[in-house]
């Protein structure tokens, strides 16, 4: 479905619906489209870093589209002799539409219709990625690399002693991502990261733990104690709290990660490994001396 842009011939009219499909093939391919309009100055800054580091990565199946959202007075010929002299040899079509309050949200729901935005899709790794905002080319490689190794490609320590993942459920979805649930015989949970403690929630008898670290959010969800408050800093594996018992009488925990954009991230069993000390018996909690 990929035109490269040399002249005004070659860049087709799309729909967002030929957006959307474009990015949606059951592959290990890693989609990056960006939109942008020859009028914006951010977008004319980060495109070329776009194009130098997906030829980068080209061996590791990335793609990159550039979706111009120029007036229809642009199409074709100043947006294809802008992308001629800007040297802008990748995929580049323009999008038929007026309604953006029909089209953003499909792309992403946060999406205000401001550009530059860019959206970074690997179906096989479940990695989606949407940013309203000028990226920076570190980040921008640090989320190719999220999108092809898998979202978490940390490997974890396992919550609880002994865990075992009980579900990964595909109908209990938050956003567009899944949530693990994890079960032990033993209530005690312990933090799979390093970080700071960002919110302490109690819902109904339960309380929510998150932990900052590096723009990603842990959210422990289902405890039912913990000594921890907003602020305090605690260490990987450290003890955070106590699991309560859900619906199934089940001693369980529910982790989600996110990232400071409020994308939920799949996290897989394949993302933990088993603790390996079983014989924890020190549950104390000390946020200056964290155990």
């Not at 729901?109 to 570190?138: C, H, M, R």
């Amino acid at each position: 479905m990929f035109v490269l842009a040399v002249n005004s011939q070659t860049i087709p009219k799309w729909k967002m619906n030929d957006v959307v499909k474009s990015y949606s093939g059951k592959n290990d391919t890693t989609y990056v489209v960006n939109f942008w309009a020859t009028f914006c100055k951010p977008c004319i800054e980060e495109i070329p870093d776009f194009i130098r580091i997906v030829e980068k990565y080209k061996k590791q199946k990335v793609k990159l589209l550039l979706v111009s959202l120029d007036l229809p007075s642009f199409y074709p010929a100043k947006i294809a002799s802008f992308a001629k002299k800007n040297n802008y040899k990748t995929n580049i079509v323009w999008l038929n539409e007026t309604d953006a309050d029909i089209f953003c949200p499909m792309i992403d729901l946060k999406w205000s219709g401001a550009i530059p935005a860019t959206i970074i899709v690997n179906n096989k790794t479940g990695y989606k990625k949407f940013a309203e905002d000028q990226i920076s080319p570190t980040d921008f490689e640090k989320y190719l690399n999220e999108a092809i190794n898998g979202i978490a490609a940390d490997k974890y320590m396992a919550p609880m002693n002994d865990a075992e993942v009980i579900k990964y459920p595909k109908g209990e979805s938050i956003g567009e991502s899944e949530f693990l649930v994890f079960k032990s015989n033993d209530s005690s949970v312990y933090s799979i990261t390093a970080g700071k403690v960002k919110t302490i929630a109690r819902i109904e008898g339960m309380t929510v733990v998150m932990i900052e670290n590096e723009s990603f959010f842990y959210t422990y969800s289902n405890m039912g104690s913990t000594k921890l408050k907003t602020g305090d800093m605690v260490k990987a594996n450290q003890f955070i709290g106590y699991a309560t018992k859900n619906l199934d009488g089940e001693l369980a925990l529910d982790l989600y990660k996110n990232d400071s954009g409020g994308n939920y991230l799949t996290l897989t069993k394949d993302n933990f490994i088993n603790r390996s000390d079983k014989k924890l018996t020190d549950h104390s909690i000390d946020s200056n001396n964290p155990q």
